[in-house]
């Protein structure tokens, strides 16, 4: 009979990495060896020895301090203002807002070990495991999720897979990583089953990830690659599996994995697997009574008031912030008798999309905050929402830009207007490179997305609220001056 346990019990190889190694903490199969699993075809065996992998992408991609975090704030979604000594936090926040970071902050550093924290764990299975020919095949697609995030992010970064020695690892090239993240879905993608599988890989999840490559290829390797971003979105969008949810905020809510239209999630749960802090993040303190949870928001991330204002007031996407007058749950008028004495609104707690500054003095409750997610009554410090990571509204506009960019504007059109009709907006009639980018903006908002567009539609250094135009350089964010501290042998970014 197959026995869980919840820690190793075999000792296998650890992998070094960047002067680092990782101890494995999965379950397996008590007594099992590595030739029993490559002799088994029980898929109950593989499915616990990738759990620990899986458990590391979970890790903390929805927390404060880490890399969703720099992708938004560094965009024109959002900003945490400062409150006085309240979120002042060494001015770490308000560099990002206004893109004047320097290489030694924290929440660089913190992104880049959860990348590749999750990287060396899958490392370490394909090595105790390499015959096992569908789970190492899943594994290195899986592995090229963190290297899709770590080239976006930093771009130049080692490549380091089951083969790799130890030691200190040199950068590898933008384009080297691309041609890595590639070849490893490619190479592997057939031995993946084609089904509807929301928080493991599956064949049409590998592809929609090549689509989210290819549509960066000019960004990442300056060699575009519009045809190839099509092909991919077209079969996911082709396949049958995946359809859009009639209700768009079913993709957000405590209870969604069975949503129809998320591809890939991220399976927080506040019990077993938290992580995924957001109504800690956004919402005021106060708030706590409004949803009755468990502790005390931060009162931190909030959009800005021109992001905001793009919305069409007839667009249901516009429900994504929390705005107005602020309740308890029992329908009293929440009172902050904390505001400052130069709020308009007074102690009566209302969210205003204004932020009067963005530093040292900040209104306690300026701001629209991310209501995208729903907040369950009585929830815990971590939401039990699936984070989306991916999901067919993001493959579906990425076919649209990618028939954009080659010219096939009627095609670029109907699928623009999918995305437009299922958020009550009326149908455009004629398409440009602007409309698909707000469409995006509209859509994805604190999806962690907004960066990335930013840079490939050319806006990312142009001013906004509170930031002056800033140098082409801050595209790539720096390798972390902590690792470059520890391994010598990593070089930094230009710029920095």
């Not at 859009?244 to 993709?251: I, P, W």
């Not at 809510?253 to 957001?278: C, H, K, M, V, W």
């Not at 806006?459 to 350089?473: I, L, T, V, Y």
């Amino acid at each position: 009979m197959l026995k869980y346990i919840s820690k190793i019990c075999v000792m296998v190889p650890a992998l070094l990495l960047l002067g680092s190694c990782w101890e494995l903490d999965q379950e397996v199969l008590d007594g099992v060896t590595p030739q029993d699993v490559a002799n088994s075809t029980n898929p109950q065996l593989i499915n616990v020895l990738k759990a620990s992998a899986y458990s590391r992408i979970v890790g903390g991609w929805g927390a404060h301090n880490g890399i969703w975090a720099i992708h938004e704030v560094a965009s024109d979604e959002m900003a945490i203002p400062q409150k006085g000594a309240d979120w002042e936090d060494g001015g770490l926040w308000l560099r990002i807002h206004r893109h004047t970071w320097g290489p030694s902050e924290e929440a660089f550093n913190n992104s880049w070990n959860y990348c590749f924290t999750a990287v060396g764990e899958i490392n370490n299975l394909i090595i105790s495991f390499p015959d096992v020919e569908l789970l190492v095949a899943e594994l290195k697609v899986l592995r090229a999720l963190p290297y899709l995030w770590l080239i976006d992010a930093f771009g130049n970064v080692p490549i380091i897979t089951e083969t790799s020695t130890g030691g200190n690892p040199t950068n590898n090239t933008r384009k080297e990583v691309f041609a890595f993240i590639e070849s490893s879905i490619l190479d592997n993608i057939d031995l993946l089953e084609k089904k509807d599988s929301k928080t493991t890989m599956n064949y049409y999840t590998a592809k929609a990830m090549l689509a989210k490559l290819y549509i960066n290829a000019e960004v990442y390797t300056g060699t575009p690659r519009w045809a190839d971003a099509e092909a991919a979105a077209n079969e996911v969008i082709n396949s049958g599996v995946y359809s859009l949810s009639f209700n768009f905020f079913s993709n957000f809510s405590t209870r969604n994995g069975g949503s129809t239209e998320n591809i890939l999630t991220l399976p927080y749960d506040q019990n077993n697997a938290g992580g995924f802090n957001l109504a800690q993040m956004t919402l005021h303190y106060l708030s706590q009574n409004t949803f009755n949870l468990q502790e005390q928001p931060w009162n931190g991330y909030a959009s800005l008031e021109e992001f905001y204002n793009k919305f069409d007031d007839n667009d249901v996407r516009k429900a994504s912030f929390l705005v107005g007058p602020q309740f308890a749950a029992d329908g009293t008028r929440l009172n902050d008798i904390s505001a400052e004495p130069g709020d308009p609104d007074g102690q009566p707690l209302t969210f205003t999309p204004k932020i009067n500054e963005l530093s040292p003095n900040a209104f306690r409750q300026a701001g629209a905050r991310v209501a995208k997610y729903e907040y369950a009554t009585g929830a815990g410090s971590s939401l039990s929402n699936d984070y989306v990571l991916i999901r067919l509204a993001d493959i579906i506009l990425i076919k649209a830009e990618a028939a954009f960019r080659q010219g096939k504007n009627s095609e670029a059109l109907a699928a623009l207007n999918q995305v437009r009709t299922r958020a009550s907006l009326p149908a455009l009639a004629s398409i440009s490179a602007d409309d698909i980018y707000n469409e995006r903006g509209f859509e994805f908002f604190a999806e962690g997305i907004r960066r990335s567009d930013q840079i490939r539609f050319g806006k990312f250094n142009q001013p906004w609220w509170e930031k002056g135009a800033s140098q082409p350089f801050r595209g790539l964010f720096p390798i972390p001056l902590q690792q470059i501290n520890a391994n010598p042998n990593l070089t930094q970014n230009p710029g920095y």
